[in-house]
């Protein structure tokens, strides 16, 4: 068969492998759609966020066919149309980084990782399962969301349109915040009610404007930079709930603390989507919510570099698959 192997640190080719063998408790699954996320470059790279060995075989958003069953496995069978869970084994491992992943035309899975996707979604649709569950647990985070939700969402990468995605769904009027004017269009296109430019005037003005001084009811950060993650508080009206979803590391930036206490917020952070993926399934499959506008590239396995390649290119690109 044939696989992406991020051979060391900066080093990724195309191999052809040995097709795995399964154990009493395993499954083996015929890839169909695999993701490339930022998380992807950081593991390339060699700075992925718990250690990990190599050669790996990336990939952890994707959707894929079961093959084959150990003889133990009772709750999946051939034919089933299945995504998985990253983080896996009680949480000492990461699917696609310290186990591998996805990226290859078949690959190994516990039984326990597996959720079948119904007919309406695609495969396609399947690989975004992952970072839509994300967004769907910002939203959980933020304590529910309806129509009675004024919501900025700050960031216009693919985590942050899927957010603004999902809240729109459930009926909130959404604004997005972002800098450039295609992911800005992007947002639009996918429910947004309307997109601000934070480079072009004071955010908080622009956002006054927009709510007629009230401020956001919600305000989810998933642009994980701290000067954006310090501007979630300025525009957040009273009472409001804050949820932060873009990571930073290490990094710092002034902010105005006190609006805390004197607009008496609610403020979350989260990581992940533990215990959401059924929810999450249910909600693309029933609400009809559709996350391929955001698919702007896609690659056979064969050209897995040049895949990288695009989705590194995040002026042009928001969402590129691999299709196995």
């Given amino acids: 068969m044939k696989a992406l192997v991020f051979d060391e640190p900066r080093r990724a080719a195309v191999r052809d492998l040995e097709t795995p063998s399964i154990a009493a408790d395993e499954v083996l699954v015929r890839s169909r759609n695999v993701g490339i996320c930022h998380s992807d470059f950081e593991l390339l790279e060699g700075r992925y966020i718990i250690p990990v060995s190599y050669p790996i075989i990336p990939g952890h958003e994707w959707a894929g066919e079961v093959a084959e069953v150990g003889s133990a496995v009772a709750t999946v069978r051939p034919g089933d149309r299945v995504v998985g869970e990253c983080v896996v084994n009680n949480g000492s491992d990461h699917f696609g980084f310290s186990i591998s992943g996805a990226n290859a035309e078949y690959f ?8 079948v996707i119904p007919e309406e979604l695609s495969f396609a649709q399947g690989a975004f399962v992952e970072p839509f ?8 985070a933020a304590g529910g969301i309806d129509a009675s939700d004024e919501v900025a ?18 009926g909130a009027a959404v604004t997005l915040v972002e800098p450039q004017a295609h992911r800005r269009a992007l947002g639009r296109e996918i429910g947004a009610r309307e997109a601000l430019d934070p480079t072009a005037s004071p955010l908080a003005e622009q956002a006054a404007e927009a709510t007629r001084g009230r401020g956001f009811d919600v305000v989810i950060e998933a642009a994980g930079v701290p000067a954006a993650m310090a501007s979630a508080l300025p525009i957040a009206g009273l009472g409001a709930r804050v949820v932060f979803v873009g990571i930073d590391v290490g990094g710092s930036a002034p902010v105005e603390i006190g609006l805390v206490q ?14 959401l993926w059924p929810r999450t ?8 919510v559709d996350p391929t506008p955001l698919l702007t590239a896609r690659f056979p396995l064969e050209d897995a570099a040049a895949a990288l390649e695009a989705a590194r290119d ?11």
């Fill in 153 to 170: 969402v700050i960031g216009g990468g693919p985590i942050g349109l899927l957010c603004a995605m999902a809240a729109a769904t459930m």
């Fill in 108 to 115: 190994v899975a516990k039984a326990s990782w597996l959720h």
């Fill in 133 to 140: 569950s994300v967004a769907y647990s910002a939203t959980v």
């Fill in 262 to 275: 004197s607009k008496a917020l609610q403020i979350r952070g989260i990581i992940g989507s533990a215990g």
């Fill in 281 to 288: 399934i249910r909600f693309m499959a029933t609400s009809g």
């Fill in 314 to 324: 995040t002026s042009r690109n928001v969402k590129v698959q691999i299709e196995c």
